[in-house]
């Protein structure tokens, strides 16, 4: 008895320094979350199409199926921005940003994406390979580059097309990447939408 009373005030010693010591402890600050940025084009006045389309999010590597902000800042080596991430994994936030753009176009009445799991016409989808910026010769570049596939409800494929955009960063910092990423993807979705309508036009709807 008289070992664990002279235990307790020692124990209870310990137990306070512990806690002093957690509470000096560096909080870890919240990550920075970042939307894809958009600017919004004017509606088409050409006439509409009198198909459907589902937007799939298009696949990807492990890597690149993150929120994480990628950059690679040598040659062969996979990193991401410290402290800053996008509002949804890479995939999804590409394909939000392409049907955003089809809604904004409004040649497309009839409009879904995979999360609605309904049936359409025509169904765009793919495999992501780049969504990343990238340093060469000391300069940051942001790269996007999307293999796209067309197919029609029987899971043919009808069209596909590799497109690459690459949008120049106008300094370092983290919201000048952000900037580009949204430049660079406001090119690729008109791209994108342009050939989704020529080729769908040119395979009708049976």
Known sequence: MRVVSRLRPLLSIGLLSLLAACSIL????????????SQSAPASTAAAVNWSLRLNT?????????PRIAVLPAANEFSSYAGSRWSDPAPRLLRNHLLMAFQNDGRVGALSSDDDNLQADLQLGGELQAFQSEYHDGKVMVVIRLQARLIDSRQRILASQRFEVIQPVAGTAVPAVVSAFGQASDQLAAQVLQWVLTEGTAHPVL
Do not use: G, K, M
Not at 26 to 37: A, F, N
Not at 58 to 66: E, F, G, I, R, Y
């Open 26 to 37: 560096p909080s870890s600050e919240p990550p920075q979350v970042y939307l894809l940025p």
């Open 58 to 66: 298009p696949q990807a590597s492990q890597a690149l199926n993150s």
